[in-house]
């Protein structure tokens, strides 16, 4: 095994290796410290922290994608917020009424669509103007919170509707729907990566976008498909939460973006672009929310919560900054 | 006018690169108030010898005196201490910051509790620009100089310590012929002060008109000094490319076919004007200049990656439009790009994956990549180009850089093309490699492809090219066929000196215009 092939595998490893020290942690700290009677290693526990990782889940693998071209969108939370509200606000729409049970496919059609346009504008903008997708979706992450804002006001947007709550609570095979549509999304993406030409065009692009361009790859597409995908993913976030809950205020989604790209960095893929799995994302996610879940089960307050990933966060980059060094020679700052 | 007495002396030197011998034994001296041109080709070593002086590399053997006092460099500020100035081609300066900020940079006159003493600043970058004889002031962003202005900011950098010894590294490249005049006054001055002065460029008519003598390196040794005023170009040529080329000519001439690629007129902005030549199948056309002489930059418009701004691009006799490297690829036109490592490969990727990457969008199976396809196409290459890898999973970022070149090479094979542009085929390559390397191309040809090849070294397109196109300053100065050239007519061509010959009228006038400038 060269040293190369040894320091991916303790790369790609690292973040499932980190996921098993917490859970002897917070089992372990948790007989001792936990307010409540319940073991934290406890299965219908363990099947809520899937389903809780799920909004965020979601986003973080589309953003995994847009990483991994060497992008960022800084836009995903007030995407998902609006997209929300178009779900919601839409069944009360009057010719939806009229339909029955057949408004919710139309509802999550039209939150989905919202998603996609929203994630198409900003993918045009990237490509057309060659502007950073970083003030970019700066840019656009402020003005569709001013959408969201200018929707209802302050007032939170509400509409209950049973056999969607149904669906949303639902448990197949044991998983809630929540979880379904994680990791299913998962898998999609997995093979998107690593099997199909999209996801070996969008290794390339991040990795040395001028060899891409000297390959024949349409870079600027190829960038706005993967805007649009993570459009709909934050979209499809929002329809699998608000299936459930039917209400949402217009502050929701703020900071997604921050708790996605954590999830993503956490799991190895490169801010600078060109390296990343799917698989690791998903790994980053669930560790994010063991973290918050645990540190909660031994009766952390969120503050504290907040400065252990934070810290974390930092810890977990420089380590792969030593892994990445290739030795004395190498530039000091 | 000379100072027998040397400011600066290299005894000796010897840096070894692994695989290469760099320099071999380089002595070297300049005197106090001579201007002393180092000249050689690209690769000769002219660069490794500046950068031992500056303190940037450590010799493996010899010795630095200056004045009479041997030293040990050990760094750039180290040389900077001890009076070694260098002005280098490329511009190292913060455009957003005044040029005084950019003089004293990293030593700024201060006050007390560390303020900025921005009189005396002001004040110490006037008595500078004085000198210099330029029309900015010390408060000037740098940004919105002209580059000539830039270089003089460069130059004034130097001024800032009593310098005994300045290198100018190609310091006209990018000057106009006026600004040519300004910088050979301030070279003057300098000179009149006492101040050695390192000399390098490839320009014999600056050579020829501003120094006192010349030494010249070939394949990182000394070939010898001359006395400016008692040689002529032929003879520093000779020195410069005297050798007996251990690669033989090309020599194998078989069946060419008909004109594969043609252009016509072509022309981008200011890089290049009015280029025409054409390309058969089966014959490998080189194009040798200096480096900056726009060849790259043909290549690049006829790939589709820069718009010309008039001209045409024919392919088999049909005139053809391309907008892009996608249109280009489908037409067969497949480049190998100069720098492997920007511009070829996916270094974060393996063997395999770098190979198909132009048609792995071809190569699918349902909504996927088929990998066995994949694997079926670096194999087939693998053997044909004999790329040393221990399989397809290995990344490219840790092949030999000829190994990684193969791989670039196969890449464009494994498309078909019609046409293939190699654009510096053996840089960064280490000398087994390089005949690796050329074979191939050689065998390609043979094979039927139209080849162009790209070089900066001499032996390389003398060694590969059926014919030969010079140019110079954007312009194509004369085509050699494999036997009309020689080593003297081909540097003169790609010098800008017009020629004797009476083929090539139309170049040669413009050799005259620029003999005319510098006059």
């Known amino acids: ?333 | 006018m000379t100072d027998p007495k040397p400011v600066l002396r290299l005894r000796d030197i010897v840096k070894t690169f692994p695989g290469v011998r760099a320099l071999d034994g380089v002595s070297f001296d300049v005197r106090a108030g001579e201007v002393h041109a180092l000249m050689g080709e690209n690769g000769a070593g002219k660069s490794t010898l500046m950068k031992v002086l500056g303190g940037v590399l450590a010799p493996n053997e010899g010795q630095i005196f200056i004045g009479e006092d041997p030293v040990v460099m050990t760094s750039p500020k180290q040389a900077k201490a001890m009076g070694v100035m260098f002005i280098h081609q490329e511009l190292s300066l913060a455009d957003e910051l005044s040029v005084a900020e950019n003089i004293f940079l990293g030593e700024l006159p201060l006050k007390s509790f560390g303020r900025v003493d921005w009189d005396k600043l002001y004040a110490d970058t006037d008595r500078i620009l004085e000198t210099l004889n330029v029309g900015f002031d010390a408060k000037t962003r740098v940004g919105d100089l002209s580059i000539a202005n830039q270089q003089m900011v460069e130059i004034g950098r130097a001024l800032t310590v009593d310098p005994r010894a300045v290198i100018f590294d190609e310091p006209t490249a990018s000057l106009t012929d006026a600004e040519k005049v300004v910088l050979f006054n301030v070279i003057a001055d300098l000179q009149a002060r006492g101040v050695g002065i390192i000399y390098i460029s490839h320009r014999m008519e600056e050579i020829f008109k501003i120094t006192d003598r010349i030494s010249v390196l070939r394949d990182g040794q000394y070939s010898g000094t001359l006395n400016t005023a008692e040689t002529n170009e032929d003879e520093v040529t000779q020195l410069m490319i005297g050798r007996s080329l251990d690669l033989s000519r090309n020599a194998s001439h078989h069946q060419m076919g008909n004109v594969a690629l043609e252009v016509r007129g072509l022309s981008c902005g200011r890089l290049f004007e009015d280029v025409s030549f054409d390309v058969r199948q089966g014959e490998v056309l080189g194009f040798y200049g200096l480096v900056g002489a726009g060849r790259t930059e043909i290549a690049e418009t006829i790939f589709g990656l820069r718009t010309p701004s008039a001209g045409q691009i024919l392919l088999n006799g049909q005139e053809v439009q391309i907008t892009s490297p996608i249109d280009a690829i489908k037409l067969g036109i497949s480049l190998v790009p100069e720098d492997r490592k920007d511009q070829g490969l996916v270094l974060g990727m393996n063997c395999k994956d770098n190979m198909s990457l132009p048609q792995v969008g071809r190569l699918t199976k349902g909504p996927f990549v088929s990998q066995g396809a994949e694997i079926a196409i670096f194999d087939k290459y693998r053997d044909k180009l004999d790329i040393r890898t221990p399989g397809w999973r290995q990344a490219v970022g840790n092949l030999s850089g000829g190994n990684q070149q193969k791989i670039v090479i196969g890449k464009w094979l494994s498309m078909q093309p019609e046409v293939l542009i190699v654009d510096e085929p053996t840089r960064g390559i280490d000398v087994g490699s390089k005949s690796e390397i050329h074979n191939l191309i050689r065998d390609l040809a043979a094979q039927g492809f139209a080849v162009i090849v790209i070089s900066s070294e001499m032996p390389e397109v003398l060694h590969v090219s059926d014919r030969i196109v010079a140019m110079f300053a954007g312009r194509v100065m004369r085509e050699f066929t494999s036997e009309e050239v020689t080593e003297d007519n081909l540097i003169q061509a790609i010098s800008g000196i017009k020629e004797q010959g009476p083929a090539g009228h139309a170049a040669a006038s413009h050799g005259i215009g620029q003999d005319k400038a510098l006059t």
């Open chain 1, 1 to 333: 095994m060269t040293s190369q092939n040894r320091r991916d595998l303790i790369k790609q490893s690292g973040i499932w290796v980190f996921i098993v020290v917490e859970l002897a942690f917070f089992s372990i700290v948790g007989n001792y410290l936990s307010v409540s009677d319940q073991a934290f290693m406890d299965f219908d526990n363990m099947l809520l922290l899937l389903k809780q990782s799920a909004p965020i889940g979601i986003i973080a693998l589309g953003m995994t994608i847009i990483m991994i071209n060497g992008n960022i969108d800084l836009s995903v939370g007030a995407t998902f917020a609006l997209a929300a509200i178009v779900l919601l606000d839409s069944m009360t729409w009057p010719f939806m009424q009229n339909l029955g049970n057949w408004a919710i496919p139309l509802a999550w059609g039209f939150a989905l669509m919202t998603g996609v346009v929203l994630g198409a504008i900003n993918g045009l903008i990237v490509w057309k103007t060659g502007v950073d997708a970083f003030i970019v979706t700066l840019g656009s992450m402020l003005g569709f919170r001013g959408l969201v804002f200018m929707y209802n006001g302050e007032q939170p947007t509400s509409h209950l509707n049973w056999t969607l709550v149904d669906f949303a609570e639902a448990q197949f095979l044991g998983l809630h729907t929540a979880t379904w549509f994680l990791l299913g999304t998962a898998l999609v993406l997995w093979l998107v990566t690593t099997r199909t030409n999209h996801g070996r065009n969008a290794y390339a692009v991040g990795n040395n976008r001028d060899a891409a361009v000297n390959a024949g790859i349409r870079v600027g597409p190829h960038i706005m498909w993967n805007f649009m995908l993570i459009g709909f993913l934050a979209a499809l976030s929002a329809v699998v939460f608000y299936s459930e809950s039917g209400s949402v205020n217009p502050n929701d989604g703020m900071l997604y973006e921050l708790w996605a790209i954590t999830a993503v960095v956490l799991g190895g893929t490169k801010l600078a672009g060109g390296y990343g799995s799917i698989i690791g994302t998903l790994g980053g996610v669930i560790a994010i929310q063991l973290l918050r879940k645990g540190l909660g089960h031994i009766g952390a307050d969120t503050q504290t919560v907040n400065l252990v990933i934070g810290l974390i966060l930092i810890a977990v980059l420089v380590m792969d900054r030593q892994l990445n060094r290739q030795g004395k020679e190498e530039l000091k700052i």
